[in-house]
């Protein structure tokens, strides 16, 4: 292989409208001041950063530049001798670096001690072994500089040369041993520790065990250092364990957040035992709760978590964990409080649940207290309630504490809130039968005071369906005679306007002094009259009335119908039943004639019309058939619905359980008489952090959409000069392109480019460098993109080169269009019905596609597109079944960045042709979102078309 990659950590990016020439560079060094001289640096360092070849330069900037004392020359030249070619074309050292050397030396022993210092950090990216042999004494010396910050950057440049030309200093570990046991400065220390960890990890080793009583008195950075060799000896000898343990332990109260958090990971790892455990939990508590980073926080806290899913089989570890968690939610950052509560759910237990359930009911009072309701603490609150439900649920014995704190926020002003506490009443009076006199006589007290409609909605469905006793039915009806007011509505009304214009008040005269133009004084009079709004002193049922909301008339005809069928099947009193039922009739008779009238603002729809007549009609022939649906069959229904959200979950946390499946005949690995830690599958947890920070998490294998080939494309033809292919490595926010060049002449082809361009969210982080390629040989190059989002995004380009020995243009190649598939980026969530509802009411994107498929049947079609777009289906299994000729489904996705994708399917079979028909609508938050889903959709029905 031919690639010609120089070693250089420098990257800089500018774009130079105006280059200068060399021999303008040149006369600038000769002739130019300081200044001239500093920008004539820069300009040459960029100019062969972006590939122009200036060998002139070198020997005027030896002459002129690199005698000056100005500190910021200094630092340009360190840059500039990084990037410049040292070697001639045979591979020998240029003669014109002796004189560099010199350079270097002199500066080695300078009196300033920046100047020392960011000499040896060069010296630390020199790749020349001839340029640093005659530096090594002068390097030594500086070992013993009364600067620390001579002294540690010249342990780092001993590191960097003894790791890649050790025949240059072999005594390196030796002498920074000696040198290590005299140094008192922490970050000295820090760095000679670093190298003996990775050149003689015994000395190391040596040095620690000399000084284990003394580390509490460390540095932090120090501290970190020790922690890391601990891991890492502990990791390749098992065996060494029990002498670090309590050094470990004892680097728990460290005063440093980092050295706690990494003697924390690193305990575990040593020592699976409850006390450890218990140790690094208790540690890991301490660190989100006085820490102020909320990232901080949240990586802490999935630290934690992590921790307690090892060790989920330790019930002691679970109820104590449970409680120290209890004190993160003093956290004023909503997603830390909402992840808390997340995690706090898996914890609780019957030992534990009782005081979880205490503790979070203080949090909930605190809510009440709080005289400044934002929008974090209506989310809070929110977050509390759901907590409260699923305890409720899941232990029935704390209902009986949960049910009376969570009626209180009915008559708050929070109404997503009141809306979530409807759902767990629903679901406990469906659930726990001794719970439904009380939860019916708390909600009847509270009904008069519920401020939100879509609150009173459900409140009184509930009510209305769960009323069953002669007394909570009489009790109902008297609440709503009360909410609502005198009757009839309409002719009270009426009166009421009559009697406010014969009352209204007597106009008064208001009497003010202005001054007037010419600047004298006169009085100015007003009549003022009072007019009083009665609204606000109406009751709550007739207040929303009034205001055209007559849907909630429709629900309240629901639950009187229930109320007064049930009640002829209860009361004996022929009287009483006749009279609840004329109640009834004239309640919703008056609902129906307000809405008919000019008295609301809105008028009353057709179809709340219809619905109060069917309720009258039912009311006055009471039927069999619809007395059934409407005390049994709702109630059926509701129970239908919460057992298959039940099933729904049961189905997803099924999913998401980690199956091990070991075959019967594997061998069984005893840790503690392993000769090798790798044979017992131990894995170095730094290790595997660092890969997946930097490739990011693979998927498995067994997948042949995810194998090397399915990510390889073609970019040209096998009939062109060049012939490139790339590989396509999709990390979580990156994407890497591995380029294979491939000469098919036999030619030598000079400064090959590949030039390349993206469109969408994609962004080109660095620019491939030019190779020269031998005939019939190949080369590998890499390019980096970043992704912003899970727009579609296309990258383009093409390959220029220059053929040696022939003048003219350079040739050039252009490269067929990688297309960046979607789904690398989207994964399945999912989500409740309330909050899918939520999500397509405010997004605004909406991207419409046509169902054109070759397939049949209905469900299979539906899978197809799940397996497409990844995506998962939010409605039941239970409602897919059947043949109707009909199918409606939603779905949702989630992105890596955090973008939700909705769409809802809705398709019917022709009953000529037996082929689909129907749309497929996405809603996304962002246009690209929408627009590539669908078009990701479209793209999978005509390949499956084509299939």
Not at 274 to 291: D, M, N, R, S, W
Not at 456 to 481: F, K, P, S
Not at 551 to 574: E, I, W
Request: proline content about 3%.
């Amino acid at each position: 292989m031919a690639a010609l990659e120089q070693p250089c950590s420098v990257l800089i990016n500018v774009n130079l409208s105006d280059s200068p020439t060399e021999q303008s560079l040149k006369q600038d060094f000769e002739n130019g001041s300081t200044a001239v001289k500093i920008q004539a640096l820069k300009n040459a360092i960029i100019m062969m950063q972006a590939g122009e070849k200036m060998p002139g330069l070198l020997m005027h900037i030896i002459r002129y530049v690199l005698p000056e004392q100005d500190h910021t020359i200094k630092k340009l030249l360190f840059v500039f001798w990084e990037i410049v070619p040292k070697r001639d074309a045979a591979g020998k050292l240029l003669t014109e670096m002796i004189l560099v050397c010199d350079a270097y030396r002199k500066d080695l022993i300078h009196p300033n001690e920046f100047i020392r210092g960011s000499t040896l950090r060069f010296l630390c990216k020199v790749r020349e072994p001839e340029l640093l042999e005659p530096l090594m004494p002068s390097i030594r010396a500086c070992l013993d500089n009364k600067y620390s910050y001579v002294r540690r950057n010249a342990v780092l440049a001993l590191y960097t040369i003894y790791r890649n030309f050790e025949f240059l200093v072999p005594d390196a570990p030796e002498l920074i041993q000696g040198y290590l046991e005299g140094e008192q400065d922490p970050s000295c220390k820090r760095n000679a520790f670093i190298m003996l960890i990775h050149t003689d990890q015994q000395r190391a080793l040596v040095y620690l065990q000399s000084c284990i009583d003394e580390i509490g008195t460390f540095g932090d950075i120090l501290q970190l250092v020790i922690v890391e060799l601990i891991y890492k000896v502990c990791q390749a000898k098992p065996t060494e364990r029990a002498k670090f343990i309590r050094t470990v332990y004892n680097l728990l109260s460290s005063n440093s957040a980092s050295v706690r958090y990494e003697a924390a990971g690193t305990l575990v790892t040593l020592s699976s035992t409850p006390t450890a455990v218990k140790a690094a939990a208790k540690c890991y508590v301490e660190l989100i709760v006085h820490e102020s980073d909320n990232n901080v926080k949240l990586v802490v806290l999935d630290k934690l978590m992590k921790l307690q899913q090892d060790h989920k089989h330790d019930l002691s570890l679970q109820q104590e964990l449970s409680m120290d968690v209890l004190r993160i939610l003093g956290s004023t950052d909503i997603e830390v409080r909402r992840k808390t509560l997340d995690f706090l759910m898996s914890l609780i237990s019957l030992r534990n649940v009782k005081d979880v359930v205490s503790l979070l009911k203080k949090e909930v009072i605190k809510t009440y207290s709080n005289t400044d309701k934002d929008q974090n603490t209506k989310t809070y609150q929110q977050l509390l309630v759901k907590a409260l439900h699923q305890c409720g649920v899941k232990f029935p014995i704390t209902a009986e504490i949960v049910v009376p704190v969570l009626m209180d926020f009915l008559a708050e002003g929070n109404e997503k809130a009141a809306e979530s506490v409807l759902e767990f009443v629903r679901e406990a009076v469906t659930r726990f039968e001794n719970l439904q006199p009380s939860i019916i006589e708390k909600l009847l007290n509270s009904l008069p005071s519920i401020k939100s409609i879509s609150v009173l909605h459900a409140g009184l469905w509930i009510l209305g369906e769960y009323c069953t006793t002669e007394e909570q039915i009489r009790n109902m009806v008297d609440v709503v005679l009360e909410s609502i007011g005198d009757l009839p509505i309409v002719d009270t009304e009426i009166r009421e306007s009559t009697k406010d214009d014969t009352e209204t008040a007597a106009p008064t005269v208001v009497t003010t002094s202005r001054v007037t133009a010419d600047g004298t004084y006169a009085t100015q009079s007003a009549l003022l009259s009072s007019v009083t709004n009665h609204n606000d002193d109406k009751p709550q049922l007739r207040f929303f009335l009034l205001d055209g909301e007559f849907f909630l008339g429709a629900a309240l005809a629901t639950a009187l119908t229930k109320l007064s069928l049930r009640y002829h099947q209860v009361c004996p009193d022929a009287q009483a039943r006749n009279k609840l039922t004329a109640q009834s009739m004239l309640i919703l008779a008056s609902i129906m004639h307000l809405g008919k009238s000019a008295l609301p603002k809105k008028p009353i729809s057709d179809d709340d019309v219809d619905w109060l007549s069917l309720c009258i009609r039912v009311l006055n022939d009471r039927s069999p058939i619809l007395q059934s649906i409407f005390t049994r069959a709702c109630r059926q229904s509701l129970q239908d619905m919460i057992g298959t959200i039940d099933l729904t979950k049961l189905a997803l946390s099924e999913a998401e359980k980690d199956i091990v499946k070991t075959d019967v005949d594997a061998l069984i690995n005893f840790s503690h008489i392993l000769t090798n830690v790798n044979d017992g599958k131990a894995v170095d947890e730094l290790e595997l952090s660092l890969l997946q920070a930097t490739e990011g998490s693979k998927k498995k294998e067994s997948d042949v959409s995810t194998t090397a080939l399915s990510k390889v494309y073609q970019l040209t033809g096998f009939s062109d000069p060049i012939y490139a292919e790339a590989y396509i490595n999709v990390n979580q926010y990156d994407i890497v392109l591995d380029v294979l060049v491939v000469n098919q002449t036999p030619d030598t082809l000079q400064n090959l480019t590949l030039e390349l361009a993206t469109l969408g969210d994609l962004k080109l982080v660095d620019k491939p460098s030019p190779i020269t390629l031998a005939g019939n040989d190949f080369c590998n190059t890499k390019a980096q993109v970043k992704v912003a989002s899970t727009e579609t995004g296309i990258i383009f380009g093409n390959i220029v080169y220059d053929v040696s020995g022939v003048s003219g243009d350079k040739s050039c190649v252009v490269l067929n269009d990688i297309h960046i598939d979607i789904m690398d980026y989207i994964v399945p969530a999912s989500c409740t019905d309330t909050e899918f509802r939520k999500m397509w009411a405010e997004f605004e994107w909406e991207n419409k596609v046509s169902v054109q498929s070759n397939i049949t049947d209905m469900n299979q079609y539906l899978e197809h597109i799940l397996t497409s777009t990844n995506m998962r289906c939010l409605t039941p299994k239970q409602a897919l079944d059947g043949d109707c000729g009909f199918l409606a489904a939603n779905l949702y996705a989630k992105s890596v960045f955090g973008e939700d994708a909705l769409a809802n399917i809705s398709i019917e079979q022709l009953s000529d042709s037996g082929a689909l028909s129907g749309h497929i609508r996405i809603r996304a938050k962002s246009q690209g979102m929408a627009l590539s889903l669908g078009d990701k959709i479209t793209h999978s029905q005509k390949k499956e078309a084509g299939a």
